[in-house]
């Protein structure tokens, strides 16, 4: 057995490179010592994060050097830990690093886009060169880029395996059309993950790069590939005397001293003129409101790229602040993907702990991060360039927004939700929001993990859907009830045929069989509206098991309680409310929306008779989320429904580092729906609601 490198590289952000090598270095079949490489110079740290290793590489890490460590049998390797802190690697790192690897190793590296000198070692020794991308237009126009690059590296087609990497269930393209376009034959296509036919095909996939023969080393690369970038000492081109650069503190090899200054990358400030610069050149030149209108005409968005690269190399040809080829290849790349992606949004849509984007006109562009707001330095040129990126995302989804209709609610394509509104209603310029939900599901586990729930009172609700009891999540704006609705959702036995309901599309069930709607707004005729209540009422004839609304805010509440009544139990909801009475008052108010004069106590006969239990969630003062109650309804008394609190989250006050202090506790009392676990043959153990001997003692001594 000898070593076998296996390098995979996205044509473009976001097509699964890094969890495609994740699922490779873990799944393929072999006997020797296994090594995933983090090569991607931005500092993104996926594989620390995915392993939770970052204080392991941390800890003794040297600039210049690779820092690995191991997790089991798999040992993660890193070239770079961000920019700021001056830790990426050299070229000549990474060529001590390889000739020491076992020489039965498997190594698989997530290669940064475009190829740097760094990985050069790796990039010789490839037996296959995975480049993914997605079955859509932009996909397709950024692995033509992206082929072109490595055909000019000197790597021949042999060596590439071409991947097509349908992600999000969004394909726009046959595999045909993309191989005759392309011009190079699709070694492999993986379907969504959510896919049945997952498993089998990423096995396939894996079995076609391990059977590859062997091959030669390439030792032919051109010579742009051996520029060595991973120093990252910035080079200054004028006649001026410079300072020499600052050693970076407690740092040396030897006598010699390792330096961390800056290299001009896409962080440091002469870059981002350049961008500014390179974007306001472009704007002139291109109409990209119009080429974001024609996305689906592949030819034109063709010709646009060709456009956008044509004037990338006239401008950065011409300018002398351009460092290396190196720093106008990144600007150039960068510049692109914005151009044709989401602008300065595109580099925080990577960023995993940002859960909200708030553009406020073209100046101010805020970010949540950890439940806390803060303003970043990103920027647009201007408004238009907002309206553009609008434009980009909505597009796609058949929306339209101009004066005749301001405001829009949308999605990306991996179901971030997205609201725009613009003037004459948004005064101050265009104003976007994107509710971010990043491509990892949030599981139950990491509701326990973070505290939002503890494992008795999540014990308690996953035997709630198994039962098949009707349950309303509710909670503000932000508290995370679209998460609990998705982790819920986990829990429907896999055999239950399950109809979604959304005003745009974020909820991501793991089941089979799912059958997901979107709602339509009108078009500029005014007709083609299809509201959440059409969708409703059509589910219905759709033979559901379970029907789960996305969020009730209109009359679609009404056909969602006669659903609930009529024999589609374990139906699941959210809505907008402080408390799980003023979510009773919620429904009971979108019922009267319906448009039919019933009286009160008819709704909340409905409403008694459809909901068996409403969960309250909430961010704490600390931007934390926690399920902070759990409630049963258990019929009317006179013309009010009544319900029992079963259990509550109860803050204790804040730590010294403003953190809350709580815990969850018993009311005291035994749910109803006990005897519905016991008919149906659920197991629970009830011990969720066993108080302890302090609690009763104290229950009995306030009575």
């Known amino acids: ?48 994060v995915w392993y939770d290793v970052a204080a392991e590489l941390d800890l003794g890490r040297v600039p210049g050097a690779p820092a690995s460590c191991k997790k089991g049998a798999l040992s993660i390797v890193e070239l770079a830990r961000s920019y700021e802190d001056g830790f990426v690697v050299t070229a000549d790192g ?21 190829f740097a000198a760094t990985v050069r070692p790796f990039v010789m020794n490839a037996a296959k060169i995975v480049v993914m991308t997605e079955p859509t237009l932009l996909g397709v126009g950024s692995a033509k880029g992206m082929l072109a690059a490595l055909e000019r590296f000197g790597i021949p087609q042999s060596r590439i395996a071409f991947t097509l990497f ?49 091959a030669e080393q390439l030792t032919a690369l051109r010579p742009s590939m051996a520029n060595p970038i991973g120093d990252r000492r910035q080079v200054v081109r004028n006649e001026a005397a410079v300072a020499p650069p600052q050693p970076f503190p407690g740092t040396s090899t030897g006598s010699s001293t390792i330096f961390a200054t800056p290299f001009p ?9 350049l961008k500014t610069e390179l974007h306001a050149t472009m704007l002139k030149k291109i109409d990209f409101l119009a080429a974001a ?16 690269d044509a004037i990338a190399d006239d401008f950065l040809a011409s300018r002398k602040d351009v460092t290396s080829a190196e720093h106008a290849s990144r600007i150039r790349h960068e510049v692109i993907e914005e151009a044709l992606g989401l602008g300065p949004l595109e580099s925080l849509l990577h960023e995993p702990d940002i859960t909200e984007i708030m553009v406020n006109g073209h100046s101010n562009v805020y970010v949540e991060r950890a439940g806390g ?58 104003t976007l929001t994107i509710r971010r939900f990043g491509t990892r599901r949030f599981g139950v586990d990491d509701l326990i993990e973070v505290g939002a729930i503890t494992p008795p009172v999540l014990d308690f609700l996953r035997a709630a859907v198994e039962a098949r009891l009707n349950i309303i999540v509710s909670g503000g704006t932000g508290a995370g009830k679209t998460t609990l609705l998705n982790a819920l959702s986990t829990f429907i036995p896999k055999r239950d045929r399950i109809v979604t309901i959304e005003d745009a599309a974020e909820l991501k069930l793991a089941q089979p069989h799912v059958v997901r709607l979107e709602s339509r707004p009108a078009n500029l005729e005014g007709k083609g509206n299809v509201s959440i209540r059409d969708l409703v009422r059509n589910a219905l004839r759709m033979r559901p098991d379970r029907i789960v609304v996305g969020e009730c805010r209109g009359g679609e509440a009404l056909d969602m309680l006669q659903a609930m009544n009529t024999g589609h139990d374990g139906s699941l909801t959210t809505v907008h409310a402080n408390s799980a009475r003023d979510a009773l008052s919620r429904v009971e108010t979108m019922v009267l929306m319906a448009g039919f004069e019933l009286p009160v106590r008819a709704i909340r006969e409905q409403v008694a008779g459809a909901v068996d239990l409403i969960v309250q969630v909430a961010r704490l003062r600390d931007g934390s989320r926690r399920v902070t109650g759990v409630s049963e309804l258990v019929g009317m008394e006179g013309d009010i429904v009544t319900m029992q609190e079963l259990v509550r989250y109860k803050q204790r006050g804040v730590d010294g ?41 104290e229950k009995a001594w306030l009575r």
């Open 166 to 214: 349908d992600l999000r269930g969004t394909a726009e393209l046959r595999t045909r059309e993309i191989a005759e376009s392309l011009k190079i034959t699709v070694a492999a296509e993986l379907p969504a993950p959510r896919d049945r036919n997952w498993a089998r095909a990423f096995a396939r996939f894996g079995d076609a790069l391990t059977g590859a023969p062997p």
């Open 373 to 430: 707001i803060e303003r970043t330095e990103k920027q647009f040129v201007d408004d238009s360039q907002v309206r553009l990126v609008i434009e980009r995302i909505i597009a796609p989804l058949g929306r339209r927004l101009d004066e005749s209709s301001p405001m829009v609610d949308g999605r990306l394509p991996d179901g971030s939700r997205v609201n725009a509104i613009i003037s004459p209603l948004a005064i101050d310029g265009p």
């Open 1 to 48: 057995m000898s070593l076998r490198v296996f390098l995979v590289v996205g044509a473009k952000g976001g097509v699964g490179a890094s969890s495609t090598a994740i699922g490779l270095v873990e799944q393929l079949p072999w006997h020797g010592p296994r090594y995933i490489v983090d090569a991607d110079l931005a500092g993104r740290r996926a594989h620390a």
């Open 293 to 308: 209108r024609a996305h689906t005409d592949a030819q034109k968005l063709a010709e646009l790229r060709q456009q956008v």
């Open 265 to 273: 990358g896409s962080d440091s400030p002469a870059s981002e003129r």
């Open 94 to 114: 990474v060529e001590q690093f390889a000739a020491k690897l076992p020489e039965n190793a498997l190594v698989v590296v997530d290669a940064p886009q475009p």
């Open 657 to 697: 580092q403003g953190k809350v202090l709580g815990e969850f506790e018993p009311c005291g009392v035994q749910p109803n729906c006990l005897t519905r676990f016991e008919e149906l043959g659920v197991p629970y153990d009830p011990v969720t609601f066993h108080l302890s001997p302090a609690k009763r003692a």
